[in-house]
């Protein structure tokens, strides 16, 4: 059994071209995230779960637009349009995508007040997701990153990663960003810095 697991994150029709925070490419992506689907030993996919109402909405904040950023008791958060709602056609996975190998669909985002863009901790980093424990259960010491967006939730999820003593790799070709005022170029250096592999 392998030690390695690759882990999809948000492969969701919201995030791709016609959803409601497209991606720039966001399906390109898919026949590569489908090939490397196929070489894994173990495939764990995340998918952003949003109830309505939630707080990471503008729409939820009188008189805010997306991608305005506000002080939350956690810290900063930048404003989105309205997502991946569950259940929603935006919430599920690209038709295109070979999702059927995944072992794990992690969801996150589901709590009202409290964003989350990492697979392993909410925005406050501290209230976890439980995928750390899930991972580790299960001898995986090894993770390699793909799908949207690079400069949110695949970064963060890395950073974290990290923090949490995994070998991490994150495969560039197979993520597209949203780059909000230069936010790609931020979350390349600091995960990099973080020791984090990009391929
Ligand atoms: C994401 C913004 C809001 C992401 C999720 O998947 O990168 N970004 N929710
Ligand atoms: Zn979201």
């Avoid at 190998?101 to 709590?111: D, I, N």
């Avoid at 989350?116 to 995928?131: I, Q, R």
């Avoid at 390699?144 to 995994?166: E, K, N, P, W």
Wanted: aromatic share 8%; proline share 4%.
């Amino acid at each position: 059994m392998s030690n390695e697991a690759l882990i999809v994150i948000d492969m969701q029709n919201d995030f791709c071209p016609g959803g409601a925070l497209a991606v720039a490419g966001g399906d390109e992506i898919v026949p590569l995230v489908n090939d490397l689907i196929r070489h894994a030993d173990h495939v764990v996919m995340t998918q952003d779960w949003h109830p309505a109402g939630h707080s990471s909405f503008a729409s939820s904040h009188h008189g805010r637009k997306p991608f305005e950023a506000i002080e939350m008791d956690y810290g900063p958060q930048t404003l989105w349009p309205d997502h991946c709602i569950q259940g929603s056609t935006g919430s599920r996975f690209h038709s295109g995508l070979a999702w059927g190998k995944a072992e794990l669909v992690l969801r996150k985002g589901f709590r009202p007040n409290i964003d989350s863009y990492s697979a392993f901790f909410e925005n406050d980093h501290k209230t976890p997701t439980g995928l750390t424990g899930y991972l580790r259960e299960r001898g995986i010491s090894a993770v390699t990153l793909v799908g949207l967006a690079t400069d949110f939730c695949v970064a963060y999820s890395a950073l974290d990663a990290i923090r949490q003593g995994f070998r991490v790799t994150v495969k560039l070709d197979a993520c597209r960003a949203i780059d909000l005022n230069g936010s790609l170029d931020a979350m390349l250096a600091r995960i990099r810095e973080a020791g984090v592999a990009l391929a």
